[in-house]
C-alpha cells in the first residue's frame, strides 16, 4: 500500500499530538485520585487507557513520520479496537456513576467518563484520517478480513465458555445454552466476513451483510428493552426483595441495589444500542468491497458477469 493523502497524513499528527495529551491527562487525573481520592476499578481502567492512549498516539507519530503504510495500518487496527473499548468504558462509566458511594467518587467518576468520550472522538478522527491516508479501498478488504478473524475467535471462545458453564454450573442450562448459540451465531458471520473479503465474492459479501443487519437490528432492540423495561425490572425487585432479592444483594438496602440495577441497565442498554450501530461499519466496508468487486467483474466483459 503507498500513502494516499499528504493532508490527512499531517493532519494525523496534530490529532496524535492532541491524543498524547489528553492520555496524559487521564493518567494524571486517574492516579490523583488514587493517591487522594477513593480508589476503584473505573480509577485503574482510567489510568490504564490513559497508557494505551499514549502509546498509541506515540505509535501513530512514528508512522506518520516514517510513512510506510503497513505501519499506518497498525495504528489504525489498534486505534478501531481501543476507540471502542475506550467508548464502551466511557459509556459505563457516565451511565452508573451514580451508584458510587461518595459524592467525590461521583464527581471522579463522571470526570473520567467524560475524558473517555472526548477520547473516543478523537480516536475516531485518527482512524477516518489513516483511513484516507491509506486509501478508503485498500483498508477495507483488511479491515474485514482482521476484524472478523478476531470475531471469529470471539465466538470460538463464547461457545467454549458456554460449554463450560452446561458442564461446571447445575441450574444455567438454559442461559447457557444461549451464550453457545450467540457464540455460534458470531462465529459463522465474522467467518463468512473472513471468505467473502479475502475470496472477493460478492455473494458472500451481501449474504455477509444482511446477517450483520439482522445483528444490528437484534442490539438495537435488545438495548431499547434494557431502557424501556428498566422501571418493570426494579418494581419485579421491590415485589420480591424480602423473598429472593435481599438475599442476592446481601449486603445492601434495597434502595442501594435498586440503584445500582438500575445505572447497570442503562450502562448494558447504552453499549448495546451503541455497538449495533458500529456493526454498521461492517455492512458499509462489505458493501464498498462488493460494489468494487461487482465493478472489476462488469469492466471484465459479459462472460464473467457473475456473483463470484
Known amino acids: 500500500m503507498a500513502i494516499h ?80 473499548a475506550v467508548l464502551f468504558v466511557g459509556i459505563w462509566v457516565l451511565s452508573s456513576y451514580e451508584s458510587a458511594e461518595s ?35 485498500n483498508v ?7 476484524f472478523n478473524t478476531l470475531f471469529t475467535v470471539l465466538g470460538v471462545g463464547i461457545i467454549v465458555l458456554g460449554t463450560i458453564s452446561i458442564v461446571h454450573a447445575s441450574g444455567f442450562e438454559v442461559a447457557s445454552g444461549v451464550v453457545i448459540g450467540i457464540g455460534v451465531f458470531m462465529a459463522f458471520v465474522s467467518l463468512l466476513g473472513v471468505l467473502g473479503a479475502a475470496k472477493e465474492s460478492a455473494g458472500v459479501l451481501i449474504i455477509y451483510s444482511i446477517l450483520t443487519l439482522v445483528t444490528f437490528v437484534a442490539l438495537l432492540v435488545a438495548g431499547s428493552l434494557a ?47 451503541v455497538s ?3 456493526l454498521l461499519s461492517g455492512i458499509v466496508g462489505a458493501l464498498i468491497l462488493r460494489a468494487e468487486v461487482r465493478g472489476r467483474i462488469a469492466k471484465q466483459g459479459p462472460k464473467h458477469k457473475r456473483l463470484v
Open 227 to 273: 431502557f424501556i423495561k428498566r422501571e418493570s425490572v426494579l418494581t419485579y425487585i421491590a415485589n420480591n426483595w424480602d423473598s429472593t432479592f435481599s438475599s442476592i444483594f446481601s449486603g445492601y438496602t434495597y434502595a442501594q441495589a435498586s440503584a445500582w440495577v438500575s445505572s447497570h441497565l442503562k450502562a448494558v442498554g447504552a453499549i448495546l444500542i
Open 103 to 137: 459524592t467525590t467518587a461521583q464527581r471522579n467518576l463522571r470526570i473520567g467518563g467524560i475524558f473517555a468520550i472526548i477520547t473516543f472522538v478523537v480516536l475516531v478522527l485518527c482512524g477516518i484520517s489513516a483511513a484516507f491516508v491509506l486509501g478508503i479501498r
Open 5 to 84: 493523502s499528504i493532508p490527512a497524513a499531517v493532519f494525523l499528527k496534530v490529532l496524535n499530538i492532541i491524543i498524547l495529551l489528553l492520555g496524559g491527562a487521564m493518567i494524571g487525573a486517574g492516579s490523583y485520585w488514587a493517591q487522594y481520592g477513593t480508589v476503584t476499578v473505573a480509577t485503574w481502567v482510567i489510568i490504564a487507557i490513559g497508557i494505551f492512549v499514549c502509546v498509541l498516539a506515540l505509535l501513530g507519530l512514528f508512522s506518520s513520520l516514517w510513512g510506510k503504510a503497513d505501519v499506518v495500518f497498525l495504528y489504525y487496527a489498534v486505534v478501531v479496537f481501543l476507540s471502542i
Open 140 to 146: 477495507t478488504k483488511k479491515s474485514l478480513i482482521l
Open 276 to 278: 449495533a450501530f458500529g
